[in-house]
């Protein structure tokens, strides 16, 4: 085991810096645990790694490491936790103000791992969150693999239940279909995955691209989208003005949090376009806020379940 404790200038949120990285409650890759501590596991360049961060204070936090990955997470520590989200001249807007404050300690974080971020954005695409969560969290514990170290002792299941790290490129692409099916993926998702996974060396380089460049390298991908590509930006890239446009409820929120009416996302974007280049980082505060929130129209949607198509 490797510990690290590292001591940020300013105030850092552990939870909310982190918290995007995860995908749903039930995620085998990351965990929250009772005690304040979240743990979260990666794969890297030179191994897998399980990682807890424990919360030490407003501006430090204590990180222990398990794994062949342990170092090399832990000299990327500072870039994860967002040592470089560059808050300058950004104002937030009135109607966040007091969630920016409370988010005192939120960052923008950057995992810079490209296909982790990318496979359950392309899960998550045109479909109900809950679906798209079910799906990963199916396909990492059946295709991932057991994470290093010890596992949280009230994750469901207990320590023998242990966290997951997630499929290697090759374990994506080898993926037969019908556990695709049995996943609740649709063939199209599930090829987009696949092209992805099929090219994941010339896609992790983008970490270290330009972002617009970066952005436009996924989206050469057949499937990837500007909602994907965006998604990715904003966790492995740290990219606090990527908007996820596209989304099917984003824009109404927006709009009636900074308008007090529903809009698309060309409205959307009129509104948001005063806070660049902290687009995003206006969205995770709305996301903080739940006095905004538009209201219902109608119904909900019916939850499409694949694996009975």
């Known amino acids: 085991m490797l510990t690290v404790r590292h001591t940020s ?5 552990v939870g909310l810096t982190l918290g995007p990285l995860g995908h749903g409650p039930a995620d085998p890759t990351f965990h929250r645990s009772a005690d304040g501590s979240l743990w979260r596991t990666s794969l890297l360049r030179t191994g897998s790694v399980t990682q807890r961060f424990v919360p030490a204070g407003p501006h430090e936090v204590v990180v222990h490491l398990w794994g062949d990955g342990a170092r090399e997470a832990a000299e990327a520590l ?3 936790l967002g040592e470089d989200d560059d808050v300058t001249g950004f104002v937030a807007p009135p109607q966040v103000r007091e969630a920016h404050r409370r988010a005192a300690g939120m960052r923008i ?9 990318l496979v359950p954005a392309v899960l998550e695409q045109r479909v109900q969150t809950v679906t798209a ?12 693999t057991p994470a290093p170290g010890p596992a949280p002792s009230d994750r469901p299941g207990g320590p023998g239940g242990g966290l997951r790290v997630v499929p290697d490129a090759r374990a994506w692409a080898r993926i037969p279909v019908w556990d695709w099916h049995r996943a609740g993926v649709d063939p199209g998702r599930a090829r987009t995955v696949v092209r992805c996974a099929l090219v994941a060396p010339r896609l992790e380089e983008a970490g270290v691209m330009p972002r617009a460049e970066a952005r436009a390298r996924l ?3 057949q499937g990837v989208g500007v909602w994907t590509s965006a998604e990715v930006a904003q966790r492995a890239f740290g990219d606090a003005d990527a908007v996820s446009v596209g989304d099917f409820h984003l824009p109404a929120a ?3 949090a900074l308008a007090g009416e529903r809009t698309d996302d060309a409205g959307m974007l009129r509104l948001l376009a005063p806070y660049a280049p902290h687009r995003y980082r206006v969205v995770r505060l709305l996301s903080l806020d739940g006095r905004h929130r538009a209201p219902r129209r109608g119904p909900k949607l019916p939850i499409a379940d694949y694996r009975t198509f």
Do not use: C, I, M, N
């Open 133 to 144: 969560h079910r799906a990963w969290r199916w396909l990492v514990t059946r295709y991932g």
């Open 9 to 13: 200038p300013r105030r850092l949120d």
């Open 78 to 80: 500072p870039v994860l």
């Open 109 to 117: 974080a950057r995992s810079g791992r490209v296909l982790e971020a």
């Open 254 to 256: 927006v709009g009636w």
């Open 219 to 221: 989206e050469k991908v």
